[in-house]
């Protein structure tokens, strides 16, 4: 296992704020509409005849194909899962992004998902969209849930990267709550799991989307999972722990794994270094594929 440090000064944000709107011209407005707008005209749905039809875009390719999974209640078109298209498309290589059931343009209801249901997800994408090897790219919950599918799909699943790999951190931080407060939530049936990413502060999620989460943790055993894997976390995340990307690094049964932290990292990885580590840690894992084909 190799552990690499990145400390960087804090960059600019690569998204918008109130001052940096301002400061827009006329002509990158109009990219910013034409990019947003390619982005909703150019969704697909996966059709389940037992399960909610999944919401996905998809970049036909060479392989080893690449695959992003989003974090909780996020969707297909934040910045990384964008990032990773351009630069797949650039290659020639393939590249899918979607949207769990109940989040972003997927059918279903949030409120009723679970763990074991975006496992699935995961897996009807690799099963009916892709052939070949593929790379999975994982943000915080998608962390957790690409671990799964290589578990599930070893012959497929070719790489993983993981960012803010957020394993069991749910169930732990349920956990970690003092008895009066996991009975109380027990009770009401809802837990608001904090979180500054909304304008309510909180995730819903339900006593239930607790209880069945535990029987998905990895972190108890050893993590069957032989492939390449590269784990990137900020040591500024103050929502999932970097030392939960260790603890995978340690679980996991493979041998080719490198832990990246960066020293200024925020847990969403938003400055544009962090996105050009993304993809230069993707392009490296394309080329020791190729090398290993």
Same mark, same amino acid.
């Given at each position: 296992?190799?552990?690499?440090?990145?400390?960087?000064?804090?960059?600019?944000?690569?998204?918008?704020?109130?001052?940096?709107?301002?400061?827009?011209?006329?002509?990158?407005?109009?990219?910013?509409?034409?990019?947003?707008?390619?982005?909703?005209?150019?969704?697909?749905?996966?059709?389940?005849?037992?399960?909610?039809?999944?919401a996905y875009h998809k970049l036909k390719g060479?392989?080893? &194909?690449?695959?992003?999974?989003? &974090?909780?209640?996020?969707?297909?078109?934040?910045?990384?899962?964008?990032?990773?298209?351009?630069?797949?498309?650039?290659?020639?290589?393939?590249?899918?992004?979607?949207?769990?059931?109940?989040?972003?343009?997927?059918? &279903?209801?949030?409120?009723?998902?679970?763990?074991?249901?975006?496992?699935?997800? /995961?897996l009807s994408i690799l099963d009916e969209l892709?052939?070949?090897?593929?790379?999975?790219? &994982?943000?915080?919950?998608?962390?957790?849930?690409?671990?799964?599918?290589? %578990?599930?799909?070893?012959?497929?699943?070719?790489?993983?990267?993981? /960012?803010?790999?957020?394993?069991?951190?749910?169930?732990?931080?349920?956990?970690?709550?003092?008895?009066?407060?996991?009975?109380? %939530?027990?009770?009401?049936?809802?837990?608001?799991?904090? =979180?500054?990413?909304?304008?309510?502060?909180?995730?819903?999620?339900?006593?239930?989307? %607790?209880?069945?989460?535990?029987?998905?943790?990895?972190?108890?055993?050893?993590?069957?999972? =032989?492939?390449?894997?590269?784990?990137?976390?900020?040591?500024?995340?103050?929502?999932?722990?970097?030392?939960?990307?260790?603890?995978?690094?340690?679980?996991?049964?493979?041998?080719?794994?490198?832990?990246?932290?960066?020293?200024v990292g925020q847990h969403r990885m938003s400055?544009?270094?962090?996105?050009?580590?993304?993809?230069?840690?993707?392009?490296?894992? %394309?080329?020791?594929?190729?090398?290993?084909?």
């Amino acid at each position: 296992m190799y552990v690499s440090f990145t400390p960087s000064p804090s960059l600019w944000i690569w998204g918008f704020d109130a001052d940096a709107l301002l400061s827009f011209s006329f002509h990158c407005h109009q990219k910013f509409v034409a990019s947003f707008c390619r982005l909703k005209s150019s969704v697909s749905f996966l059709t389940r005849p037992d399960r909610p039809n999944l919401a996905y875009h998809k970049l036909k390719g060479r392989n080893p &194909g690449v695959i992003f999974l989003p &974090g909780l209640n996020s969707n297909m078109n934040g910045q990384k899962a964008t990032a990773l298209e351009d630069f797949c498309n650039s290659l020639g290589h393939a590249f899918i992004r979607f949207d769990y059931t109940g989040c972003g343009s997927s059918d &279903g209801k949030f409120e009723e998902c679970t763990i074991g249901k975006w496992r699935k997800d /995961v897996l009807s994408i690799l099963d009916e969209l892709t052939d070949g090897p593929q790379i999975l790219v &994982g943000s915080s919950l998608g962390g957790w849930l690409m671990l799964h599918a290589a %578990i599930a799909r070893p012959d497929k699943v070719a790489a993983l990267v993981g /960012v803010a790999v957020a394993a069991d951190h749910l169930v732990t931080s349920f956990k970690k709550l003092p008895i009066e407060a996991q009975k109380e %939530i027990e009770e009401k049936g809802e837990w608001k799991f904090p =979180t500054k990413h909304n304008e309510e502060g909180y995730y819903s999620l339900t006593y239930d989307f %607790i209880r069945e989460a535990e029987n998905h943790c990895v972190l108890n055993s050893p993590i069957p999972i =032989t492939c390449p894997i590269r784990l990137i976390h900020g040591m500024k995340d103050d929502v999932v722990p970097w030392q939960i990307s260790m603890q995978v690094a340690d679980r996991v049964l493979s041998k080719d794994v490198d832990v990246i932290l960066r020293k200024v990292g925020q847990h969403r990885m938003s400055e544009k270094e962090d996105t050009k580590l993304l993809v230069n840690t993707v392009d490296d894992l %394309i080329d020791k594929l190729a090398t290993l084909a």
